[in-house]
């Protein structure tokens, strides 16, 4: 069982309902498989490497017994909500005790959602009922990993997912076997795409080039100023590139809009402009100070910087 790589999920079309079907929250985390022997907590990414010694906070062991396990390590963020930014800075750490401090400060959660063995049993061949059953079976208390609920009704959860601001669900078939290493139709997620409007305080050229805009720099007009949000790249085809050129041109000049620093690797190059322009971006997850995965969708020609800060709109919250 050491040469295991985790089953993954396939992005779904729909939310499937019926009795086939259970469902989970999507963790927004470092995925993480758990060998457990004779009191000893081995863990490997989904790229089969060691990463043990950057979560030392999650190596007590549930029992003396021997277990396989697949779950996600999680962090809150200071909103409460998971957030993979959180535990981003420590994944290439190596020194023991720069781990030590992040792991004080904000320490990590292992999330168990699968057992693939027990013992010298492989369940890998188990239908996920069967899986969800044995692993519901199992103490983990003592580790302080949590086994996270399941819930027949699919479309309930994503709802509140996504009304929670989590990253999504997951849809498992109940009659499925887990299958190492494969991206596997019995598994669908549903990754929550928000959107939302933000001001634009500058721009970066195509990297070459001095006038071919690449991408866009956004933020969120508040009674503090305008505060930064994050580059927005994504979305930005010729098209667009020209009509955004078109748009920031005779806008320029010479500072930051923003009120607070625009990060060194966003910042370098940057053509500041007065914020004037709102524009729609397409974004994953809600409550970050940065923007995830941001797309650019269209310019609100209807929206001032004013309606943004009075609150009058939150964009088109289309998925």
């Known amino acids: ?157 994503h709802a509140a997912t996504r009304e929670q601001g989590l990253e999504g669900i997951v849809s498992k078939r109940v009659g499925g076997r887990y299958r190492p290493g494969e991206r596997s139709r019995g598994w669908l997620k549903f990754a929550h795409r928000h959107r939302g409007s933000y001001v634009v305080g500058g721009w970066r050229p195509q990297v070459g080039t001095r006038d071919r805009l690449a991408a866009l720099l956004v933020g969120e007009p508040t009674s503090e100023g305008l505060r930064y949000r994050g580059r927005v790249g994504s979305g930005i085809g010729p098209r667009q590139s020209r009509l955004l050129a078109e748009l920031v041109a005779g806008l320029a000049r010479g500072t930051s809009p923003f009120a607070d620093e625009v990060p060194r690797v966003d910042a370098d190059g940057a053509r500041w402009i007065d914020p004037v322009l709102v524009v729609d971006v397409d974004t994953h997850g809600v409550g970050y100070e940065r923007l995830r995965q941001p797309s650019f969708q269209v310019v609100r020609q209807d929206l001032g910087v004013a309606d943004l800060l009075a609150g009058t709109t939150e964009g088109s919250d289309d998925e």
């Open 1 to 157: 069982m050491q040469a295991l790589r985790p089953m993954l999920a396939t992005v779904g079309d729909h939310v499937p309902t019926g009795p086939e079907w259970t469902h989970e929250v999507k963790w927004d985390g470092v995925r993480a498989l758990a060998f457990v022997d004779a009191g000893a907590v081995e863990l490997r990414s989904r790229n089969d490497n060691r990463i043990t010694a950057a979560w030392p906070e999650l190596l007590s062991a549930p029992g003396p017994g021997r277990w396989v396990l697949d779950g996600e390590i999680i962090a809150l963020n200071e909103r409460g909500v998971p957030d993979f930014r959180v535990l981003a800075e420590r994944i290439h750490l190596r020194k023991a005790a720069a781990v030590a401090r992040y792991a004080a400060r904000t320490p990590a959660t292992f999330m168990v959602f699968d057992v693939l063995a027990i013992g010298e049993e492989d369940l890998t061949a188990s239908p996920q009922s069967e899986r969800r059953r044995r692993l519901e079976d199992l103490d983990l208390a003592r580790s302080g990993w949590q086994v996270p609920p399941a819930y027949d009704d699919g479309p309930m959860l």
